[in-house]
């Protein structure tokens, strides 16, 4: 039986690994097929590695959708929301590290900040755009979180991290042209704060709808999944 420090610790750290590999990708290679590996690859090792400790949620969305479906208490949320968020903050930090340690200089980094209109991707949507395609996409991610890690198919439960992997891989390759794909106030709020200047203030402007977002998906995935799969027979 882990302790509630050891939890906290795991989320932290797991969700240093998502952030430091997934945003990394983005800004070290810039190919977006690779970061949506990257993304997908991350939180499949960070499951693996801890998810036997904290669950491995490395999402506020995740956590607070446990709590939506009654897995979980308020008060434990919202400490896995912290260590997510300081987890979060110490990889972006690793990245500067990184960036101001490197003989190619780079004058402007966004640290993987999620952006939308003309500084975001491609697609250029406004803000409803965006705030739609952070809903859509953090019900599909975290339904599968629910779906598998309550399964009482032995094949699921042994697969479940592999789920969760694809999961996050499939809906970054359509929302990163689109929002860079938050479905994860934390790993959006570090980038946010570091890229600010890169970004003229934008992505802290911006980041409402990835805070916003991604947390009214996680009420709807549990309401679809209490709904829907909850109870039934797999």
Known sequence: MYSKSQKLVAEALGTFGLVFFGCGTAIFSGNLFATAVAFGLSILVCVLTVGKISGAHLNPAVSFAMFFDG?????????????????????????????ATSARKIKQCSFGANLFGETGGGFQVNFFGALLTEIILTTVFVLVVLSVTASTNEHTQKNAAWFIGLALTFVHLIGINITGTSVNPARSIAPAVFGAAATSGYSMAHLWVFIVGPMIGSFVAAMLYGALIKGKAD
């Not at 308020?74 to 987890?87: E, H, K, L, M, R």
């Open 71 to 99: 897995r979980m208490s308020f008060s434990d949320a919202i400490a896995y929301t912290v260590s997510q968020i300081v987890g979060a903050f110490c990889a972006s930090l690793t990245h500067l590290i990184l960036i």
